[in-house]
């Protein structure tokens, strides 16, 4: 250790030799002497500055170099937040575009579905305000039972099925139209979406609204099934009565003022989207329109008694025998006897056209149902009711006695079709059908 150290001396001692520094100025000479130990301590001066002089140009070149470094990835990063806003508007864009697209289809569906619900909603509507007419018909006449007054025994209904059965089963039907339905709605919302990312969304709401499209058609069918059977039943009650139901509806005439309609012609299917389903729906709506047309018809036919009390039958319509006079005659109605003064009421709806007495018939009540039906109710001990008074069905318009030419307290009842009589038994039997079970 000692000898490296005596060599790094030397060593020194030969760089850094003392030395004179001579400096001659007016003729005089000045010299600084150096020894070896401050040319070392110079030599380490000069070195720190060269190093520091090194150190700090190497160290701003470095900076530049990171500066210029961050520079570059400050832009990068900018030229990428820009490229990913502009990727984000563009893909805001498209959403609102496809928003908007998934709008229009929904907005389309919304009113073609709201349009057909509107007509089926009428529709039903309109079917129910004539069953809701039907039924209480039928409580009515259920509250005189049949011609000698015998009650139903296993309640009322709206109709009886007097139809034959029918050869096709409903649900086969019910199944057959639920599958042309079916293929009908396929054909109208089966497209697919051009474009992919709105497919799935508009495809659910597709098939969502086919499968609605199928129950409106198959509601539509239900009711217009329901009002033809009713309508048979209806016409076959008419036809019992011995009148057929043509001469009681008007048909559909242009002059006429009940049905005076006009307006621009505008195609259905506009609003609902399918001219098929306006056909179902106009199906539907005839039916019920003849329905209603038979409704108004038959609540002004007299198919009840005079007498919803206890009574008996005790004379009938035709040739009889005169219980007076004994001989062979016409007897235009029927009679029924009860205890005296028993309530006598209107068979039908109508307007009394005659309150008084008539000969042979006593104190009289004839009501004027409409559609050329006329009652009439004889032999009465009181009358309450006046001319042009309106009764409806049930209504007391006297009580029962034995004026004019009769026999005992009975009411002699009629019933004029067109100023012809016809027999009240077929009246109050059709009668039957609308309220027995």
């Known amino acids: ?78 030229t990428g937040f820009s490229k990913r806003i502009q990727d984000a508007q563009r893909a805001y864009d498209d959403v609102n575009s496809l928003n908007g697209i998934i709008q229009q289809e929904f ?25 809701q007419s039907i039924s209480t018909l039928s409580e009515g006449l259920a509250q005189a039972g049949g011609p000698n007054g015998q009650k139903p025994l296993n309640g009322n209904r709206v109709m009886v099925d007097v139809q034959p059965s029918e050869p096709t089963p409903r649900q086969s039907r019910t199944s057959k139209l639920r599958k042309e339905a079916a293929l009908e709605s396929d054909r109208r919302y089966s497209a697919n979406s051009e474009n992919a990312i709105t497919a799935n969304a508009i495809d659910t709401m597709r098939n969502a609204a086919a499968d609605l499209y199928t129950e409106q058609i198959l509601l539509f069918a239900s009711v217009e099934q329901r009002a033809m059977q009713e309508i048979d039943e209806l016409r076959l009650v008419l036809a019992t009565t011995g009148v057929s139901p043509e001469r009681l509806i008007t048909p559909a005439k242009i002059s006429n003022t009940a049905l005076a309609q006009g307006g621009p012609f505008i195609d259905p299917s506009i609003d609902i989207g399918s001219p098929k389903y306006f056909q179902r729906a106009n199906r539907a709506a005839l039916a019920v329109d003849e329905l209603a047309a038979l409704q108004k018809a038959i609540n002004h036919v007299p198919l009840s008694s005079p007498i919803v009390g206890s009574r008996r039958f005790t004379s009938g319509y035709g040739i009889r025998r005169d219980p007076i006079n004994g001989r062979h005659s016409s007897h235009h109605g029927i009679d029924f006897a009860a205890a005296w003064a028993s309530p006598i009421t209107a068979t039908a709806a109508g307007i009394v056209r005659f309150a008084g007495t008539r000969s042979g018939f006593g104190r009289t009540v004839e009501i004027d149902h409409g559609n050329g039906f006329v009652t009439r109710y004889a032999h009465m001990n009181r009358i309450s009711v006046k001319a042009g008074q309106k009764v409806k069905l049930h209504d007391k318009v006297g009580e029962l006695g034995s004026s004019g030419r009769s026999t005992g307290p009975h009411v002699h009842y009629e019933i004029l079709f067109r100023k012809k009589p016809m027999n009240p038994s077929r009246f109050i039997e059709a009668g039957r059908y609308v309220f027995e079970s």
Do not use: C, P
């Open 1 to 78: 250790m000692g000898r490296r150290s005596g060599k790094f001396r030397r060593l020194m001692s030969r760089l850094f030799k003392e030395r004179q520094i001579y400096h001659r100025s007016d003729g005089v000479v000045h010299f600084i002497s150096m020894s070896s130990k401050t040319q070392i301590a110079l030599a380490i001066v000069v070195g720190a500055a060269l190093l520091w002089v090194a150190y700090a140009s190497v160290n701003v070149v470095f900076k530049e170099q990171i500066i210029v470094a961050k520079e570059n990835d400050f832009r990068i990063m900018e």
């Open 107 to 131: 907005d389309k569906a919304m009113r073609e579905i709201s349009a057909r619900h509107q007509m089926l909603e009428n529709t039903v509507q309109r079917k129910a305000v004539i069953d």
